[in-house]
């Protein structure tokens, strides 16, 4: 029994950092129908500068994050400026192909700039909090966990309750019509790449201190935040919780069950999900702003 | 027209990817280390006395980018070392002859299908003499292929997985010591220190596939019994499912780890699960000083496998003892040697001792006098057997103890004991 409640307490925890790491990729292509190809060098890019803080001044990561969140979203807004907005009325491949470049040249990038070594950010909030004698809380996590739910919780009040948040979920479900009543969709995209960047980064800096930083780790992230979103739904914050939560429980109960051959199993089980929720539900389990369907625009 | 067609601008961001990653561009090191660039005069004074008879051109494909990128740079480092020291003290003597050593590189971005394309390349268009081995088994099961194809030898130090020596290749040659004994002399050592029950988690690939097997082979043979094993996909990013079940059944010892990155993971969680087992045993990382610098305290009493440590009573006519290489290389390098590149240094050292006692530069003549070699280098004994892998030199293992990374095992090159169980 204490083994299942330690893999549900992983499970829910590992859910929480993956909810945020997949968030901004979800919401750009929910909203702007762009596959962010470059979104693991974007949460690669905010852990370096999270490390950086970290090794050079002695700041938390915890610490740091809210500055990265905030120099990251600028980062976007001129990748957006200079290059998403001159490409978003083509073809989704032309979008997919110039995030692909970016990718490639963020990660050699950042190989030049921080060589190929891997890094990890120290922080104070470690190791394990003992609950009873034989379930700990992962604490990193944790505090990862309680960080997600509270963006999430203010991304979803913002795209509800303002003006602005409306308007983004108007341009993502009708750009024509949002167009016509008057929403500058330019703006509107502007600040939506620019947001999701920053949450992209802030996940960047708060997993610093739980996964390895390195230029080429950004892939396998990219390839997570694609699978989570496809099954929970694009654009969808309430997806984004409830399918990264649906992963990670995956990933942390069926190896502790199934001997030998439990983390592959695990990862199948994943793609499962992913391939029949794309068949039979394709706005995603949670419901998504958009199909996922390359001709919707 | 950029403006009005933005296909224009795509396409000369995607040539100009294309181009920064082509794994077609090459690098020549005639001898050239990084130093050379910063102008190490006592090589080149040196370099002046000695009127080479010919070049003998080395093709290696290398790690430049991609996920090996690091070990791929401390391997060249460690064939540049080879290189430079050859050229700088009186050459390869081949009969009555005397030449130099030039190794031509591509960067196989980490990819086993582009350095197998490559060593083609080298072999094809290159005409090189010798081939030395790319970073990782999986880059070398093929790139070795093609060497045996082309009859062409591949000496190499990096690339330690056993299937790779089961395919009755004549022209694949190890000089580090094969994966199924990377644990060996540490589990060897962990028993006498009293461990009775192990767990082993490796990464499902050739080479941690080829320690995960060996481990439990030789901790059977120990008398400690192994309660569970688990293999986990590459790119893994939790493993703390492995770990709950491991914590549950509570073992003496964990046995673990595929690459790097996996180290990272594997102490993360158990920290994380409040889990301190007596002895952790992790296959790649620990021996490496920037693991320890990264992790810290958390690192503190792992135990890990090193193909060769500077403080090892190691010693040979050439570059002399390990911790004289380990200066030298500090000298070219500015940064002491890992295991990695001084595996790479002593593979171009293995085919040189060969070359000289062949007299000659044909495969044939070559091969027999790798097959026949017996010598004492800096970086252990080397002795193939009939398959091409160095039975002589056994694993060493290290454990990181408040920072310092000393050898506990074997007896004959450790500076320190085991520290069993680690003190929390």
Known sequence: ?297 | MLKKNPLYAIFLVLSLVAAACSGSSSEVAEGTSESDTDGTTEGSETNEQVDFDGTIKVGAALSETGKFSVEGADSRRGYDTWAQWVNTNGGIEVGDKVYDVEIIYYDDESDADTAANLTTKLIDQDKVDFLLGPYSSGLTVGASAIAEKNNVLMIEGNGTANSMFERGFKNLFLVATIASDYTKSGIEELAAGGAKTAVIAYEDTAFPTAVADGAQEHLEANGIEVLAVEKYPKDIQDVSAIMTKFRGLEPDIFVGGGHYNDAVLFVNSAKELGWDPDGMLITVGPSNPKLAEELGEDLNGVTGPTQWEATMAYEGDYFGSAAQYAEYFQEQHGQPPVYQAASATASGLALQIAIEEAGALDTDSVRTALLEMDAQTFYGPINFDERGVNTAKPMGTVQVIDGEIPVVAPEAAKIRDLEYPIAN
């Open chain 1, 1 to 297: 029994m204490d083994q299942f409640l330690q893999a549900l307490i992983n499970g829910v925890a590992l859910g929480g950092m993956y909810a945020i790491l997949v968030l901004g990729f979800s919401v750009i292509w929910g909203v702007m129908g762009v596959i962010n190809f470059a979104h693991g060098e974007f949460v690669m890019l905010g852990a370096y500068m999270a490390w950086l803080a970290n090794n050079q001044l002695g700041v938390d990561p915890f610490l740091s994050a809210p500055f990265i969140f905030v120099l990251m979203m600028g980062i976007g807004y001129l990748l957006q400026l200079l290059l998403v907005n001159r490409v978003i009325d083509r073809p989704h491949l032309v979008s997919l192909l110039v995030m692909f470049g970016v990718s490639i040249i963020m990660a050699n990038g950042l190989k030049l700039i921080f060589s190929a070594d891997f890094r990890r950010a120290d922080s104070s909030l470690r190791g394990a909090y003992d609950l009873t004698d034989n379930i700990t809380l992962p604490v990193t996590k944790t505090a990862v966990f309680f960080i997600a739910l509270a963006v999430l919780g203010g991304l979803s009040l913002f795209l509800q309750s303002t003006r602005l948040g409306k308007s983004i979920r108007a341009a993502a479900q009708n750009r024509e019509a949002a167009q016509i009543v008057g929403i500058n969709i330019n703006k509107v995209y502007a600040i939506t790449f620019a947001l999701c960047i920053g949450i992209t980064g802030l996940a960047g800096a708060l997993i610093s201190p739980i996964l390895s930083i390195a230029p080429f780790q950004g892939p396998p992230l990219t390839l997570r935040a694609f699978a989570v979103t496809a099954m929970a739904g694009l654009g969808s914050v309430k997806g984004a919780l409830g399918g990264a939560i649906v992963l990670g429980l995956i990933e942390a109960t069926v190896a502790v069950y199934v001997s030998g051959i439990g983390t592959n199993l695990a990862i199948i089980a994943s793609f499962v999900i992913l391939v029949v929720a794309l068949v039979v539900r394709p706005q995603g389990l949670f419901g998504g702003l958009r199909p996922v369907d390359a001709t919707a625009s």
